[in-house]
């Protein structure tokens, strides 16, 4: 295996090693540079784009897509896929406005006004539960995980319409005589200058990075997304990680939901509808592998930071919907192809290494490391 390793390196320079390499240089930085030329494109095209107050409220569009995006890139980590996140987000919208609005008790007569930070913790609740059924429907009944969360998709969308009567309930800034106001706190309010929900972002994004890079669950989780059987005969509770990341990808769907409706100051059954695809096109741009086992919050943050930008942009300058579908959707295919380069450089043909096939390029990413204690 030492040998394997050395031959490996000298075959592939580094940057500095064998000379500046300014094509993988250019590969592995492309979500940044992307959003550097976006900036300064729209820039030109616009005085109002490069100034504080716009990149703010920019950053506080681009935070809804950029938690649901990192929830869904745990998921594609794991090999899997979350179709259902758009809905979670309408439906925690709509539990949290459900319960804004009081619930009705006919038998007592009475009607109770819960807080809204109980409001909030259950929607989110309910975020969860949506992705606990998800892992379980993938890892307990082997679903595939497009279809476990497509079919989910349809139900948790057909109950928030069934909750709302297919309305909205408007006006959530709730009544100082019920003692539920505030609502509009996550949507509206700015600590030291930055909105909330920027802030609910970078909290989540460090958390996220804490647990890939600090804890065993986060070692598990690339394990099984690299290898699935290899983690499994290594000891790693593949069934239990999966349920895990699909709770945490729906807790992500939840928050970006109430945050939401916190800024609409209401909740519709129908929000976040396409979401889901944002939120896979941020991961895909930031340089995630579809197929599992490579990525990384720092690459997804800036693919959701270049799509936000890209679309607010062309609104500020004025294209039509039509046309950012458009520009949006090259920029997805030209994300795809350039992952693929990147991947496909990354693997090394067996003749190379001359001792067998390497798993790491037979099943398509890393294998965990089996001296490594199980917790």
Not at 1 to 18: D, K, V
Not at 134 to 141: A, D, I, K, M
Not at 180 to 205: E, H, K, Q, S, Y
Not at 329 to 356: D, H, Q
Request: hydrophobic fraction near 50%; proline fraction near 5%.
């Amino acid at each position: 295996m030492t040998s394997t390793r050395t031959r490996i390196g000298a075959s592939r320079p580094g940057w500095l090693s064998g000379g500046l390499d300014i094509p993988r240089l250019l590969l592995e930085g492309r979500a940044f540079i992307a959003l550097i030329v976006i900036t300064v494109i729209f820039s030109f095209l616009s005085p109002n784009y490069f100034s504080v107050e716009n990149l703010l409220t920019m950053s506080a569009h681009v935070a809804v897509f950029a938690i649901l995006a990192i929830g869904m890139l745990l998921v594609i980590l794991n090999g899997g896929i979350d179709l259902s996140v758009g809905s979670t987000v309408g439906l925690s919208g709509v539990v949290a406005g459900f319960l804004m609005q009081g619930i009705q008790i006919p038998a007592l007569g009475i009607a109770l006004y819960p807080s809204v930070w109980v409001c909030v913790v259950i929607a989110v609740a309910v975020g969860g539960f949506v992705g606990w059924i998800n892992g379980v429907l993938v890892s307990r009944f082997g679903v595939a995980p497009f279809v476990a969360t497509l079919g989910t998709l349809y139900v948790v969308r057909g109950a928030a319409l069934l909750i709302t009567g297919g309305l909205t309930y408007p006006n959530l800034r709730g009544d100082d005589a019920l003692g539920n106001t505030g609502f509009d706190w996550l949507g509206f309010n700015r600590i030291l200058g930055i909105p909330t929900g920027v802030v609910v972002m970078v909290v989540i994004a460090l958390l996220a990075s804490v647990l890939l890079a600090k804890t065993p669950f986060g070692r598990w989780l690339f394990a099984s997304g690299g290898n699935e059987r290899a983690a499994e005969l290594s000891g790693i509770p593949v069934k239990k990680v999966k349920v895990r990341i699909y709770v945490i990808s729906g807790v992500c769907a939840a928050i970006a939901g109430v945050i939401v409706a916190s800024e609409l100051t209401s909740a519709n059954p129908t929000t976040g509808n396409s979401f889901e695809l944002t939120a896979i096109a941020a991961v895909v741009i930031g340089g995630a592998a579809l197929s599992g086992g490579r990525g990384n919050i720092r690459g997804t943050l800036l693919g959701a930071f270049v799509i936000g930008f890209l679309s607010d942009g062309l609104v500020i300058i004025g294209v039509s919907e039509y046309w950012q579908m458009v520009f949006k959707g090259a920029v997805i295919v030209v994300a795809v192809m350039l992952n693929r380069v990147e991947y496909r450089s990354k693997r090394v043909k067996p003749s190379a290494v001359g001792s067998g096939p390497d798993p790491a390029t037979t099943s398509g990413g890393p294998v965990p490391n089996l001296r490594e204690p199980v917790k």
